[in-house]
């Protein structure tokens, strides 16, 4: 009784270490919603992979970067799988900063597929300055530095929950009201998704039809937000897939080698009854 008892405290603890210590009062968990790359036999959806990198472009690099993605990226295995032609002329709609030349001077070109994504500010000054103080986070991990729910068992079972995270502030936005909207911070918006708090220095990105595809997918704020959730899912583990493959052979490698131990071991020990 009392190692049961041991044991049920020891779990308790965990599930309390686990909780985020300081979670903003009455935010809300992320929006439990399925995405193709979810489980062990998961994988990305090319197409929305695609249809999320042209809402990032047309919508997020206004103010986001991406420096852990380089423009070649866009064609590897797994991911988007633009082909190397479609990714010259993507990294081409981008400017970067390069240098210095024959007079030690800095000039600006069309990025190459070898480039990075690269800010859309000079600085994080220029970044401030520019949205009322609040400084755009980089996206190229956002799904894993930010996750959607909490608890060890949790995520032990569902995922940390980053893609749903996004998809959760993207489509979370709300009017406040009694004493909500009356503590309204000026330029500030009520998010009760966003993990920083209730108020958020982004305004609603995303509108219905504001970005078309050209496979003619939906393009509401539900579906672009859900195609943009999972293009940042893959930029945050381009590997994914790669990864579960190697798991599933890593167990069945196991599993061959523990049915050739007991083999051997029933072999060894015949003799000894």
Not at 12 to 27: D, I, K
Not at 66 to 75: D, I, T
Not at 140 to 148: A, D, E, F, N, V
Request: aromatic share 12%.
């Amino acid at each position: 009784m009392k190692l049961l008892k041991t044991l049920g405290i020891a779990a308790t603890g965990l599930m309390l270490l686990a909780a985020p210590a300081l979670a903003a009062e009455g935010q809300k968990d992320a929006k439990n919603i399925s995405f193709s790359f979810e489980g062990p036999f998961g994988h990305f959806d090319r197409a929305q992979l695609q249809r999320g990198y042209k809402v990032y472009k047309e919508v997020c690099s206004n103010c986001h970067s991406m420096q852990y993605v380089s423009f070649r990226n866009l064609a590897d295995h797994g991911g988007p799988e633009f082909t190397e032609e479609e990714v010259k002329a993507l990294a081409a709609t981008f400017t970067v900063q390069d240098g210095p030349n024959e007079d030690g001077d800095m000039f600006d070109r069309p990025a190459l597929p070898s480039d990075r994504f690269p800010s859309p500010f000079a600085n994080e000054q220029a970044a401030r300055v520019a949205n009322g103080g609040a400084l755009p986070p980089d996206l190229s991990l956002i799904t894993k530095y930010r996750p959607g729910w909490f608890g060890t068992f949790n995520q032990l079972i569902n995922g940390i929950g980053g893609a749903q995270y996004v998809y959760s502030v993207l489509t979370g936005f709300e009017e406040p009201t009694g004493e909500l909207a009356a503590e309204a911070p000026e330029g500030k918006h009520y998010n009760p998704y966003f993990a920083n708090g209730h108020w958020i220095g982004m305004a609603p990105p995303l509108s219905d039809g504001q970005v078309e595809f050209d496979d003619g997918a939906p393009n509401t704020v539900d579906a672009m937000s859900r195609d943009v959730a999972a293009f940042l899912a893959w930029t945050a583990e381009p590997k994914m897939e790669e990864r579960k493959r190697l798991g599933f052979q890593v167990l069945i490698y196991l599993g061959i080698l523990s049915l050739l131990l007991y083999l051997v071991k029933k072999k060894i020990w015949a003799g000894a009854h």
